[in-house]
């Protein structure tokens, strides 16, 4: 059951996040925050930041007035911090010539250089772990099985954000399923102020004028991962932890684009929202 107080959250989630977007987009161009995308086009790469705040702001507030488990809120904020500066690195510093899970950790292993992408994939796997440990509430095997889920999210989410929207929409497909498939749902409105902030977002990223980065990939992918440890029973875990295992060596090897493009459902999902037609914000 959702509380007014929630309610009230996630109208201040709204309308925070329509307030910072032209914010950040601005500081963006003055502060030369740009990316090309994949088709060499430079686009402000924000968008994780302006999720990142909505994210804390709501979640503090939900905390304050007590509309939301303190336990359970403390963990989403750690992953929310953890998540966001990691990411953010990645997006400052981060190079493009180590691609993918092993192309990092070659370098590290081969060369002896800690890149951006495997210190991101270590410390936030450490941080997942963490969070997975503490949900468990002891237990080490579910809380093992709590931290590779959620590291494995992140990696999927991650592995997502190559076209405009493509992250946002299967964090919302991927949040869907997951409270279809809930055992407890309890924790749902800690997740809905993310959820909320996204929706009103997410057109800035399907029309290419400001894109989320890592730092909104990691964040999206390390909460999904949060609410599949906090709402599934052990044996769904077990089996979604299987698919984003073989997800992410298949990855390896194949390219994700063109096997959703192969696809008349995925490539349809692909460019929902797409032609939505761009503005030059000033």
């Known amino acids: 059951m959702i509380s007014l107080t929630s309610i009230i959250i996630l109208f201040v989630s709204i309308i925070t996040t329509a ?28 968008g994780g930041m302006v999720l990142s705040t909505v994210t804390g702001i709501t979640i503090g507030l939900g905390l304050g007035l007590r509309a939301f488990p303190a336990r359970e809120g403390a963990i989403l904020l750690f992953i929310l911090i953890t998540a966001t500066i990691l990411g953010l690195i990645d997006d400052v510093l981060g190079k493009a010539d180590s691609k993918g899970f092993t192309g990092h950790f070659k370098r590290l292993f081969k060369a002896g250089k800690l890149t951006t992408g495997s210190a991101k994939a270590i410390f936030g796997g450490l941080s997942a772990f963490v969070a997975g440990y503490a949900v468990a509430h002891d237990n080490i095997v579910i809380g093992a099985l709590n931290g590779l889920l959620i590291a494995l999210m992140m990696n999927t989410i ?8 493509r992250a946002g ?24 102020p993310i959820l909320s902030s996204l929706i009103i977002y997410l057109p ?24 599949a440890v906090l709402s599934l029973l052990p044996v769904i875990k077990v089996i979604l932890l299987v698919g984003l295992i073989w997800l992410m060596f298949f990855t390896e090897r194949n390219s994700l684009t063109e096997v959703i493009q192969e696809s008349p459902v995925l490539n349809f999902i692909d460019k929902i929202g797409q032609t939505i037609e761009q503005k030059e914000m000033r």
Not at 158 to 165: E, I, Q, S, V
Not at 169 to 186: C, E, H, P, Q, V
């Open 204 to 227: 800035m990223d399907l029309s290419a004028m400001m894109m989320m980065g890592d730092t909104g990939s990691n964040l999206l992918g390390a909460l999904l991962g949060l609410f």
């Open 19 to 46: 307030l910072l977007i032209p914010i950040f987009h601005g500081v963006a161009i003055k502060g030369s925050l740009i990316k090309t995308n994949y088709k060499g086009e430079p686009i402000p790469f924000v």
């Open 169 to 192: 929409k299967g964090f919302i497909i991927g949040f869907l399923l997951l409270i279809l498939l809930a055992r407890d749902r309890s924790s749902l409105p800690l997740f809905l």
């Open 158 to 165: 991650n592995l997502l954000d190559l076209r405009p929207g």
